[in-house]
């Protein structure tokens, strides 16, 4: 039997990539943590979600939208974010369909290192 291919778009198991952080394991770039982000909304893993976002901008719990599902992942671009940085960026376009229709999100999101770990801090809409 084949495994599940993970959600974020690398040619791997869902559990040898995105799945071993969402166990607990630690991503070690920003581009991972987004990678492991988008995968969590894919899934609906609320508690990963909120673990690695931020304390100063964490939102209470995080809603799924009914109907909606990730369909995609594209890395647009990536600033800093290295296993040595403090901060980074990665700019991204996702696509879903909702109730039949397809979409896209396309954001710029910033991450930082809190408490040596790489968490999501907020994300500008690009387009």
């Not at 995968?39 to 809603?63: I, K, M, N, Q, S």
């Given at each position: 039997?084949?495994?599940?291919a993970?959600?974020c778009?690398?040619?791997?198991s869902y559990?040898?990539?995105c ?8 991503a070690?770039t ?11 909304f ?14 100063a ?8 939208e ?16 290295g296993p040595?940085?403090t901060?980074?960026?990665?700019t991204f ?9 397809s ?24 387009g």
């Amino acid at each position: 039997m084949r495994a599940r291919a993970c959600p974020c778009g690398l040619p791997a198991s869902y559990g040898e990539c995105c799945g071993r952080f969402h166990a607990g394991g630690a991503a070690p770039t920003a581009e991972a943590l987004m990678r492991s982000r988008y995968t969590a909304f894919a899934v609906e893993d609320e508690a990963y979600l909120l673990r690695t976002w931020h304390p100063a901008t964490r939102p209470p719990r995080v809603e799924f939208e009914r109907g909606l599902r990730w369909t995609g992942l594209q890395i647009a671009g990536v600033s800093g974010g290295g296993p040595a940085d403090t901060r980074g960026t990665v700019t991204f376009e996702a696509r879903y369909t909702h109730l039949g229709r397809s979409g896209e999100l396309r954001e710029r999101s910033r991450f930082a290192r809190h408490e040596s770990a790489w968490v999501y801090v907020e994300g500008t809409a690009t387009g």
